[in-house]
């Protein structure tokens, strides 16, 4: 495997993405968008699991109109001017330009999946209601109810443009995202046009999937997601043609 970062162009001027290639032919392709505290570490490991398993795994900046800083988990005060700022014009045009990279290594975006984690997830739901994607998965994404930023509306009223199937995994413990918006996204998107799946776990709460915070890491649940993360992506994310 490799990993480096790298400067994918936007409208906005370049954007680091880290990247991590399998070693062998790619699966597919995979983008992991970050929590509200930038890619750190945590997020740069779970691109490289990614590739581990077999992914060409892309991680944008999405705060690189802002200098690409990294958050410190204890410091949501300096996290939260940045997430102010972020609009759907301005996400749409950072993952078409990731898209747009993999494309070019040979990977369409139908063979494409799409991993966010807490804003992140939010972020995924959204790309996947506006572009045919392999598959999609939303840790712990909020704004079901109501929309997060300009120009991305809440999940509840995406559900309906979904073009990609979707993983939602959510915690009961969460004390953002009740239990009651959840289920209501569960019958939302089961009527929808594509394959959706939303699981809920009892004992976690929000950010249940970061071993870097063990104050809110609960293991089985990171555990059980993660396995459900990859066996999504392998069951609806099209092989290559023989």
């Known amino acids: 495997m490799d990993a480096s970062t790298i400067a994918l162009p936007t409208p906005d001027g370049p954007m680091p993405v880290y990247e991590a290639v399998p070693g062998g032919p790619a699966r597919g392709g995979a ?3 970050q929590e509200a505290f930038g890619v750190n570490g945590h997020i740069e490991d779970v691109t490289r699991r990614l590739a581990a398993a077999g992914w060409h795994a892309l991680a944008p900046h999405l705060f690189h109109r802002e200098g690409s800083p990294r958050i410190a988990y204890d410091d949501i005060s300096s996290a939260m001017p940045l997430l102010q700022r972020l609009t759907g014009e301005g996400l749409a045009r950072d993952l078409d330009a ?8 040979g990977l369409p975006p139908e063979r494409v999946g799409i991993v966010g984690f807490c804003m992140g997830g939010t972020v995924a739901f ?3 209601a506006r572009r045919r994607l392999g598959a999609a998965v939303t840790f712990y994404g909020g704004g079901v109810a109501e929309g997060r930023w300009p120009g991305v509306p809440s999940l509840l009223e995406l559900a309906p443009d979904l073009r990609a199937p979707w993983l939602g995994l959510y915690g009961d413990l969460d004390q953002g995202i009740p239990p009651e918006q959840v289920e209501r996204l569960r019958a939302t998107v089961a009527g929808g046009p594509v394959p959706a799946e939303v699981v809920r776990y009892p ?3 929000h950010g249940f999937h970061c071993d870097a915070r063990p104050h809110v890491y609960h293991e089985s649940s990171a555990r059980d997601g993660w396995a459900r993360t990859l066996a999504w992506l392998d069951a609806h994310v099209p092989t290559p043609a023989a």
């Open 98 to 105: 990731c898209l747009a990279h993999l494309d070019g290594a």
């Open 31 to 33: 983008i992991v968008v």
């Open 203 to 205: 004992e976690a709460g």
């Open 126 to 128: 959204f790309v996947a």
